[in-house]
C-alpha cells in the first residue's frame, strides 16, 4: 500500500480556499487508482469545506497533529496534547 500526503493550504487549495478543476480530477484520479490519502492542516480547526464535494472519508490530520477530525462521521477522533 501507498499513502499518500498532502498539504492543503496554498498547495490543494487556492488562496480563497478552494480546489481547481484540475486539482479535483488529479484527486479523483488518485482516489480511485492510487491510495487512501490523510490530509494533514496546520490551521485553526475547521472541516475544510473544499473537500466536503470530493468525497473525503479517511480521517484529516489538523492543528499540527493535535487533532484527527473524521469527515466520515463529522466529528473529532482524537485529541493530543
Request: hydrophobic share 40%; glycine share 6%.
Amino acid at each position: 500500500m501507498t499513502l499518500v500526503v498532502f498539504d492543503l493550504d496554498g498547495t490543494l487549495l487556492d488562496k480563497t480556499s478552494k480546489i481547481s478543476g484540475y486539482t479535483a480530477d488529479t484527486l479523483a484520479l488518485m482516489r480511485a487508482s492510487v491510495s487512501p490519502t490523510p490530509w494533514p492542516r496546520g490551521g485553526r480547526f475547521r472541516q475544510p469545506p473544499p473537500l466536503r464535494d470530493h468525497y473525503f472519508t479517511l480521517p484529516m490530520i489538523l492543528k499540527n497533529g493535535a487533532i484527527i477530525w473524521s469527515p466520515a462521521e463529522s466529528a473529532i477522533a482524537t485529541i493530543i496534547y
